[in-house]
Structures are given as C-alpha cells and as structure tokens.
C-alpha cells in the first residue's frame, strides 16, 4: 500500500501597504495646515503671484480661488454626484453676495444677522424653485433652471426695488463690518475665513456621499429607475441635494462678498454656471477633490491670464498671435479642451494615470532561485 504525501499549497502571502498608502489619509490635514500657515510665509514665486505669498494681493486671490473650489464641490453635488445638470447654480451664489450687501449696507444690519439671514433665505430658495424645476427631468430640468437664473439677472439688473444698483453694482458698506475684516491689513482674516468656507464644503459634501444618502444620490445618477423599484422617492432625494447645493453656493456669496467689498451684476449670469461647469470637468467629476482643484485652478489661470493679455511680452508678439493670447477665455478654452482630450477623468484621474505609467515603466524584477 503506497501512501500518497500530499504537500500542502502556500497560502498567498498580501503584500502590505506601502508608506504612501499610509500617509495618504493624512494628506487632507497637511494641505489644510499648510494652507493655515500660508499668510505667514514671505515667500516670493515671480510669475506665479506679483507679490510675496503674505500679500495682501496674493492673499486676496487665493481667498476667491479658495471660494470658488469650494463653489464647484458644492456644485458638484448636484452634477457629478446626482446627475443633474443645473445651468441656474449661479442664482444662489448671486442670492447670497447680493442678500448680504443689501442686508448690511440697505437695512443696518449686523454681519451676523445678514449672513443668518442671507444663507436661510438661499437655502429656501433653493428648496422653492427646485420643487418647480425637478417636476422636469433632463435638457428639460436645465432649461428651467436656466430660466429661473434668468430672471434673477434681470431683476438685478434692472434694480429691482432701488436695491441692487442696476449695472453699477452695490457697493458693500464697511462701516458696520466687524474691525477685523475691514482693511488692506485685514485681508489675512479674510482670507481664513475663505478656507474655512472651503473645509466646511468639503466636510458636508464628503459626509453627505458617505451616507446612506449619497449611495441613494449615486444610484439616481447611474439608474433613477431602480431607485424607484426599490421603493425610494427619487424627488424627495433629488430636492435635498438640490436644496443643500444651493445653500453652500448662498454661504460662499456671503463669504465672498467680504472679500471683494461689494456685489456686482457678472455674478448673476448663466456664464457663472457654465464656469462652475467647467471648473467640475476639469477637475473630474464625482471625486473628493477634483471639483475643489479645477475651481482654484480655474479662478487662478482667470485672474493671472487677464494680467498676462495685457503685459508687454504678449503686445510684442505678432498680431497673429498676441490678439488670441489677449483673451483669457480663449486660453482657458484651450486648456480646457486640452485637459479634457489627455485626462478624459479630469485631474483627480491624473494621479492614477501617472501611476500606472510609472509601474508600466519601472524594470521587472526577475524572481530569484
């Protein structure tokens, strides 16, 4: 009788997780403190910023960016992770730079209470036109919100009420303003109160896609009619989203206010929203913080390509070439087309992208005896 001796199979042993997969859950606080600490720093970058990091200029700038990243991840919500195509988000943001201002410099009120006042108002306006507007699905849903941000612009140019300044704008009045955000010298102060705004839009909205909420969100963005069959109200759920967008986008108007001294018309038009669009695809749709970087990206190249139109080394060129570059949209167009084209998932698919190149690169190893 023969005995068979069976050896027996190794188990696969799971490589363990590298440093950078430990560090990686950390990165978020890092950026947030380096960012904390930044007005300290007197770092100069020529050709990035015309000042050092500390600037009251620089600072200025990296407050809107800063408002405009946490715009687009609100704005998000309803576009990457719900599905819904909303050409009216400029509204609410308008709601709450306008609100404020009038609030404050009309009526005499606190800070405090206009800010209160201004976010609760968006918020209810929000939930108001998108009970109307999620009655309609598709290029349908966009039309109306389109139209309802329509007539928003209209009534603020046309000063509706003698309250908004028709063209002109409304100028912010800051005798009323707390000391500390008032003045070139204050400009740090609100430069953390724009990052707070930041962190505060990214808690929420990364809260809201871990819940069960947010799974619900998802799969109304990839089939509303199995959220149906499973006994859910896609509506009802549509609404929240809807509602809670537009009041982060009414919060950011209030911040944003401050920070430039005043409200003016551009806010309340459609080109707004198609921004924030933009600012979504590049920076990838439905991810943590890929709407957060193609606002502050966008916003920058805005800002600094307005200067760079203007400056001598652009009037030295040819006309062939110095009338295209003088025009920040047609730059940004070409960044945009160009950054959809090579990274189709926008920068936040960048990383993965460049990772798989590098191992695709990295020589093979061959086992050892």
Known sequence: MTLLQTTPTP?????????????????PLVALVVLAILPYSTISLPGIFEGPLNSPGTLQLLAICLIFGGLAAGY????????????????????????????????????????????????????????????????AFAMVTLAFAQVGAILVARDFGGLTGGEEGLPLDVSGLPAGLVGVTNTVNLYWLALAYLTLVVFVVHRVSGSPTGRVLAGLRDDERRIG??????????????TLAGGLAAAGGVVYVLIVGGASPHITSSELTLSLLVMVVLGGPGTRWGPVLGGVLYMYLDHRLTAFGTSDAVDNLPAVLSHPLSQPLFVLGTVFILAVYFFPGGLAGLAPRVAHLTRALRPSRSPTP
């Open 76 to 139: 998000d919500l309803l576009f990457g992770r719900t599905g819904m195509l909303s050409f009216g988000h400029a509204l609410y943001f308008a709601a709450g730079v306008y609100g404020t201002d009038i609030l404050v410099t009309r009526a005499g009120l606190p800070l405090w209470q206009a800010a209160l006042l201004t976010v609760t108002g968006g918020t209810i306006l929000a939930a108001l036109l998108g009970a109307v507007a999620l009655r309609t699905v598709g290029i």
């Open 11 to 27: 188990t696969p042993t799971v490589p363990k997780p590298g440093r950078a997969h430990r560090v990686r859950p950390f990165l």
């Open 229 to 242: 069959v499973l006994g859910l109200d896609p509506y009802r759920y549509k609404l929240v989203a809807f």
